[in-house]
């Protein structure tokens, strides 16, 4: 059957569709039916022919390193189930999909579901875990229903239950939704979560939750689309998945960009083989006419931002070179060089018609809602934060107050217990030492000393 | 208003139970989720039914329900608004989008505070919160009405009239 997409919702030719292959297809839909005409589970089938270890070792030579934000290879993270345990193990999707800028599990869980589920059977099967749960951010009602749909036709077809396919492995999926707070996107918070308490996240170590995670058993949380491509791995081998994107940075993904292009959308291009440049003015139909390109949040709303005109050093030794904004490759480690990270895929553009001061006030009022409140630095700081750009916002911060945000924020970074902290610290860090003039200019000198007014205490308090 | 949970909704979240063979504990979302889901919000006596139901102290549930954003201490209106205000969202215009849907639902927004985000129309048919990130960054403003998603809104009358 030739791939046909609906119009106007065709893929841009620099594209490189795996995951999304059959996101806006025409005549496509999520039932089993539609998938298995197309070869659906057949790379189940395949796995459970091999050994458990054998299909970790396949993941681990692809290198698929983690779409959710941290980068950290799947296959390593999986060997980390203690060799000589005896508890169960489990195996959790990570669907809370909750960094702002990020919205690709949203079309892969709503139009592809069985690839999902496909990937979680072998990712479970090669972990040895039978029980997983599929945590789903809660303002995703349809998605829960749909994915429970499907899994009640896989139940059906013997991809799940007991003794799936013949082969002795039983397995069984259950969706969790989550209610509406960032911090169960965090790995550990997750797990609480699950266990039906405030997700306050745990720390590590001991909790590594492959060693010690739901129950206190080792437990193994992967992102949607990183739990995708273990099927495309396994239908093409390690070699040749390998072979996409470049060495260390290997694979596609999906760039979820918004703000100021023409186009925006998701974009699954291979890793590393377009340049921001590309990526903004190609892919996305370039910026808003007449505009100007002021900075670029690469990797959702955690990850350092990165100005209009400054210059990156990228690559080592005589591969060392300076380059602009536009021509940093789109992967793991070129944005790593460049001071920011890949994070979760999501690229938020801004132009010269937005203020930083609104902008960055955005950013923190999200943080100090979604703090969950365990650590005190994190807790005070991220509110702290928020009311000096809120007062900023209004015209009623004083100049000196930008080095109160700056070291609120890195009183926060590297203080609490999960990377929250830093989540919630890079983005005021990040402006206030690239932006400091846009933002001075934004502070009333007069201020200085002055005590703010009770009415904007008020105001702030109130968040 | 007796508190009465009926037999089929018990049922539903009877069988939701047995998702968590290890830990009943586990089904507190669930269940406050169907409970919500039916009664509009969360009441004290609903709190103390799920507590019953699973078997912990009602602090245990209480905790659980003040922490999450999407559980809901206080009646909403018919229709419940969720308006993402994050920053793709924001850049996209859901401020001002916030401010039509009050202009045209006649609700008054000054009263809401931390612990009750939720201002409700006057008729009590809508109500509507600002909600962080909704994930669909590209197709921003976005809201949900209940559980459906809107993206790209710019006509909030049309909006609206899907409403009765």
Redesign the interface.
């Known amino acids: 059957m030739s791939v046909i997409y609906k119009e106007g919702r065709e893929p841009h030719p620099r594209e490189h569709r795996v995951v999304f292959k059959n996101i806006d297809r025409e005549g496509w839909d999520p039932s089993i039916e539609m998938y298995m005409s197309e070869g659906g589970y057949d790379q189940l089938n395949k796995a459970l022919t091999l050994k458990p270890g054998e299909v970790t070792d396949e993941v681990k030579k692809a290198g698929l390193r983690g779409r959710g934000g941290a980068g950290f290879p799947a296959g390593v993270k999986w060997g980390f189930i203690p060799p000589n345990n005896e508890k169960?193990v489990y195996l959790i999707c990570n669907a809370d999909?909750?960094?702002?800028?990020?919205?690709k599990?949203?079309y892969i869980i709503h139009q592809d579901p069985h690839q999902l589920i496909e990937g979680m059977v072998i990712s479970c099967f090669a972990v040895g875990a039978n029980?997983a749960y599929i945590y789903i951010?809660?303002?995703?009602?349809?998605g829960a229903l749909i994915l429970e749909k499907a899994i009640e036709e896989a139940h059906k077809k013997g991809f799940l239950g007991k003794d799936i396919q013949g082969s002795g492995f039983d397995l069984e999926i259950?969706v969790?939704?989550?209610?509406?707070?960032?911090i169960c996107g965090e790995e550990t918070g997750l797990i609480e979560?699950?266990?039906?308490?405030?997700?306050y996240p745990r720390i590590k170590p001991p909790y590594f939750p492959a060693a010690m995670g739901l129950?206190l058993c080792p437990t193994i949380v992967n992102n949607v689309e990183t739990l995708c491509h273990v099927k495309h791995i396994m239908k093409i081998g390690s070699e040749a998945w390998s072979q996409t994107g470049k060495p260390n940075n290997t694979g596609t993904r999906i760039l979820?960009?918004?703000?100021?292009v023409k186009k925006?959308?998701?974009y699954e291009v291979q890793v590393g083989h377009v340049t921001m440049g590309e990526l903004i003015n190609d892919i996305c139909g370039g910026l808003k006419e007449g505009r100007e390109l002021k900075a670029v949040i690469p990797g959702g709303?955690s990850a350092k931002v990165l100005r209009a005109g400054e210059t990156f050093k990228i690559g080592r030794g005589d591969d060392e070179k300076e380059i602009s904004i536009w021509d940093i490759p789109m992967d793991f480690d070129s944005l790593a060089a460049c001071g920011s990270m890949a994070g979760s895929g999501?690229v938020?553009v801004?132009d010269d018609s937005?203020s930083i001061s609104w902008?960055l006030n955005?950013?923190n009022?999200?943080y100090a809602?979604?703090s969950?409140g365990q650590c005190t630095p994190c807790r005070e700081g991220s509110l702290w934060m928020k009311k000096i750009t809120d007062r900023l916002v209004a015209g009623k911060a004083s100049p000196s107050d930008i080095d109160t945000l700056d070291s609120v924020a890195r009183n926060i970074d590297g203080r609490t217990i999960c990377a929250f902290g830093e989540a919630a610290s890079w983005p005021t860090e990040s402006f206030v030492a690239k932006f400091r003039d846009e933002l001075i200019a934004d502070t009333d000198p007069e201020l200085e000393g002055v005590v703010v007014n009770a009415e904007t205490l008020t105001a702030a308090a109130?968040? | 208003m007796s508190f009465e949970v009926p037999s089929d909704l018990e049922n539903e979240i009877d069988k939701r139970i047995t998702?968590?063979?290890?830990?009943k504990?586990?089904?507190?979302?669930?269940v406050?989720?169907a409970l919500q889901h039916h009664f509009g919000y969360l009441s004290e006596e609903s709190v103390e039914w799920t507590a019953a139901k699973?078997e912990l102290e009602p602090i245990?549930v209480l905790?659980?329900v003040t922490?999450?954003?999407?559980?809901r201490q206080e009646a909403p209106g018919k229709y419940h608004i969720?308006v993402c205000?994050?920053?793709?969202c924001?850049?996209a215009g859901s401020y001002e989008l916030m401010e039509s849907l009050c202009d045209k639902a006649g609700i008054d927004r000054s009263g809401i505070?931390?612990r009750n985000p939720i201002a409700v129309s006057p008729d009590g048919k809508f109500s509507i919160e600002f909600?962080?990130?909704?994930?669909?960054?590209?197709?921003?403003p976005v809201c949900?009405v209940g559980?459906d998603?809107h993206e790209t809104v710019s006509d909030v009358d049309s909006l609206l009239s899907q409403y009765p």
């Open positions: 169960p999909e909750s960094e702002p800028g990020t919205f599990d949203r029980l951010r809660e303002e995703f009602p349809e259950y969790h939704r989550g209610a509406g707070a960032y979560s699950l266990e039906g308490k405030r997700p129950y979820c960009v918004s703000g100021d925006p959308g998701y709303s999501g938020i801004i937005r902008v955005n950013i009022n999200f809602h979604e969950c109130n968040l | 998702h968590y063979p290890v830990s504990r586990s089904a507190v979302l669930p406050l989720h699973l245990k905790e659980v922490f999450y954003p999407g559980f969720r205000r994050t920053l793709s924001a850049m505070t931390h909600a962080e990130c909704l994930a669909s960054c590209g197709t921003g949900l559980d998603f």
